[in-house]
């Protein structure tokens, strides 16, 4: 069984910056792809960015290129994103999530993933 839980959301004001950090188990996390989708109230789960295994490569979405950084460090077995110059279009449930397929390298599709954490509330004001 995969276990994905998402950490450190919060309130803070646009300009702002919070860190996300998902704590996976159950699975050899570095021989998988790991990536960070959102969802907004009333909208669809949104993609955000993805880093490859065991990390060498990254895709963000462009309304986040530039502010934020996916990363993660694989003797942890924890997926991080940073999230600069934070804008009140940021406000959603932050989720990270794991692929099925071992094989997938920056998969951003998020039919792509099977395994999902509970999610952590982002919420930026103005």
């Known amino acids: 069984q995969v276990q994905l839980v998402e950490s450190g959301g919060g309130l803070v004001q646009a300009g702002g910056s919070l860190r996300l950090s998902c704590a996976a188990s159950?699975?050899?996390?570095?021989?998988?792809?790991m990536g960070w989708f959102r969802q907004a109230p009333g909208k669809e789960r949104e993609f955000v960015a993805v880093?490859?295994?065991?990390?060498?490569?990254?895709y963000y979405t462009d309304s986040v290129k530039g502010r934020f950084t996916i990363s993660r460090d694989n003797a942890k077995n924890t997926l991080y994103l940073q999230m600069n110059s934070l804008k009140p279009e940021d406000t959603a449930v932050y989720y990270c999530?794991?692929?099925?397929?071992?094989?997938?390298?920056?998969?951003?599709?998020?039919?792509?993933?099977?395994?999902w954490g509970q999610g952590t509330q982002v919420t930026v004001s103005s």
């Open positions: 159950g699975r050899t996390f570095s021989s998988y792809a």
């Open positions: 880093i490859s295994k065991p990390g060498g490569s990254t």
């Open positions: 999530a794991s692929p099925g397929d071992s094989s997938a390298w920056l998969p951003s599709g998020y039919d792509e993933y099977d395994y």
